[in-house]
């Protein structure tokens, strides 16, 4: 019984990165994507992944494997198409942070 919800959980974390992953595959949009952020939590899933090996906990196995693969793809798409926006967030400006020049965004080609 157990086992099942934590399947069921380890489903609903695969669907939660399924907007980010058809948004940048899709738009070719790495607008508001922290490459930094997405970097940590695959670190993070290595790391705990690690962990749930060594103690053999299938669950925790699966959703770190889950969880390192959709940083993964995140990470490749986001560096593949840094820099660039869809229509729909270059018309909503990003908030710019003081500390950092603002880097120039290119359009995505719909041609």
């Known amino acids: 019984m157990f086992e ?7 489903a609903i974390s695969m669907l939660a990165y399924l907007p980010q992953v058809v948004h940048l595959a899709r738009e070719h949009c790495s607008a508001g994507v922290s490459r930094r ?16 090996v060594h103690r053999g906990d299938l669950v925790f196995i699966l ?3 889950s969880s390192l693969t959709s940083a993964a793809v995140i990470l490749t798409l986001a560096h ?12 909503r400006p990003l908030p710019r942070q003081p500390d950092r020049p603002r880097a120039p965004l290119m359009l995505r080609d719909n041609s």
């Open 80 to 91: 593949r198409y840094r820099g660039m926006v869809c229509e729909v967030h270059a018309l």
């Open 63 to 65: 959703l770190q494997i």
């Open 37 to 52: 952020a997405w970097a940590m939590w695959l670190v993070s899933s290595l790391l705990v992944g690690t962990l749930a």
């Open 4 to 10: 099942f919800l934590g399947v069921a959980g380890i």
